[in-house]
């Protein structure tokens, strides 16, 4: 996966990036950006994703890397759009996406996972450059 990763990134500039605790240089997760899979509402575009390592969740990391993901997406990688996507059975995750601004706009199933598997039904937020900017703008008012 690590190989999968950097050669992305060295392909397209940015990817899945390392998240570390600032204290002690421990690795607990990912974060980052990645194209959204083929046949899911919103493919072709980009996706910001998270993963956490179980002892770190709660701490409010998901949310701090993904706001840090999503400003590189619209300020650097010059995204217009952000994805995200999870199972709806993952509230914790829709929990993260609300927090970051994304909206709900679609329930879809997954066509990776087969009928009747649980984690098939799945939910994809979405954020637009424009409204991250007003997001951001206002969290940084004077």
């Known amino acids: 996966m690590a190989d999968r990763i950097d050669a992305r990134i060295a392909a397209r500039g940015?990817?899945?990036?390392?998240?570390?605790?600032r204290s002690t240089g421990e690795f607990i997760g990912f974060t980052g950006l990645s194209p959204m899979p083929e046949?899911?509402?919103?493919?072709?575009?980009?996706e910001v994703g998270w993963r956490l390592a179980k002892a770190h969740w709660k701490r409010g990391f998901a949310s701090e890397a993904a706001e840090a993901a999503l400003e590189y997406?619209?300020?650097?990688?010059?995204?217009?759009?952000?994805?995200?996507?999870?199972?709806v059975?993952?509230?914790?995750?829709?929990?993260?996406?609300?927090?970051?601004?994304?909206?709900?706009?679609?329930?879809?199933a997954h066509p990776v996972l087969a009928?009747?598997?649980?984690?098939?039904p799945h939910v994809r937020y979405v954020i637009s450059r424009d409204e991250w900017r007003h997001r951001h703008q206002e969290r940084h008012a004077p």
């Open 115 to 120: 009928e009747g598997h649980a984690l098939r």
């Open 14 to 21: 940015f990817g899945l990036w390392a998240l570390e605790l």
């Open 89 to 108: 059975l993952n509230e914790p995750s829709q929990a993260v996406m609300r927090r970051i601004g994304m909206r709900h706009v679609d329930d879809f």
């Open 73 to 87: 997406a619209f300020t650097v990688a010059g995204l217009s759009e952000v994805n995200s996507i999870t199972a």
């Open 39 to 46: 046949g899911v509402p919103g493919a072709g575009g980009e």
